[in-house]
Structure formats: C-alpha cells, structure tokens
C-alpha cells in the first residue's frame, strides 16, 4: 500500500475541495496543474520517507453531464500502488461538489467510493472497467440514479 497515493487521494483532496474550492479550483485550471499537484505529491512523499516523485500524476480536465466543471486526476502506477487509481471531482449545478475515486489493482476487480464533505466515505462496491472513460460513464449513471 502506497501511503502517499492514499494520502493525497483521501486526504488532501477532498479536504481541501470541501473546506477551500475556490483555491483548489485555482491549482486545477493552472495550466500547470499536474506540476503543482506533483510538487504536493513530493512534499507528501518526502513527509513519508517514500522515494516516489509523482511523475505520472495528471489533472484532466473534463465533462460530466449535469456538471459545472469536473476534473479527472490520474495517479502514477508503481510498485506497491493499485494499478489503476482515479480521483474525479465535479461541480453540480447548484454549486455542491462531489469528489469520488476508483482503485483496482491486477487481484481485485475495481472499488468505486465517494467521499462527503465530512470526511466520511460511502463505498460504492465494484465500479467500472479501469480506465477514464468508464469511470466518467459510471459516476455520470450513478448522479443521474440520484436524481429521481
């Protein structure tokens, strides 16, 4: 387990979009978003004793129907990290955020969870296949569940 990616990925993240999104959403639309969330990422690593520099860590922006703004962060694979692991964040249209993540590695099927403002996560069992594409069409049909 790498402490690292679920640090910022469990941590850092959602606290920082539920207690400050104004300043997150400014790091995320940086044109060097993935560099500034790298340097996180070597600060958390330094803070752990873990050699990893976080190359591989991209912000995406992208489109989530019913969204205001929603960006996809892919984390760096590695050893001792989930094969796969997305953070996505998304803004809906009556100004709540929502942040979710999907882990899997090459033993386990994909978990999918959301992660609530007061720090608590709902775990959503298995989530989609492991790439982008299908993570956005499995949140997307989920908020769309939650709707009626």
């Not at 803070?47 to 962060?73: C, M, N, R, Y």
């Not at 899997?104 to 099927?109: E, I, N, V």
């Not at 993570?135 to 709707?147: A, D, G, K, N, T």
Request: net charge negative; proline share 5%; glycine share 8%.
């Amino acid at each position: 387990m790498n402490r690292v990616l679920f640090e910022m990925a469990f941590n850092v993240l959602p606290t920082a979009l539920f207690e400050n999104p104004a300043l997150l959403l400014e790091t995320l639309q940086a044109r060097d978003a993935s560099e500034r969330l790298q340097y996180t990422w070597r600060g958390l690593a330094e803070q752990f004793g873990d050699p990893t520099a976080g190359e591989g860590l991209e912000v995406e922006p992208t489109t989530l129907k019913g969204s205001e703004g929603a960006f996809l962060i892919r984390y760096p694979r590695g050893a001792g990290r989930p094969t796969v692991f997305f953070s996505l964040m998304f803004q809906e249209q009556d100004g709540n955020w929502r942040y979710f993540t999907l882990e899997s590695d090459d033993d386990h099927p994909t978990c999918a969870s959301e992660w609530l403002a007061d720090g608590s996560r709902w775990n959503l069992g298995p989530g989609s296949r492991s790439h982008s594409a299908a993570f956005l069409s499995f949140v997307e049909r989920l908020v769309r569940r939650q709707e009626f």
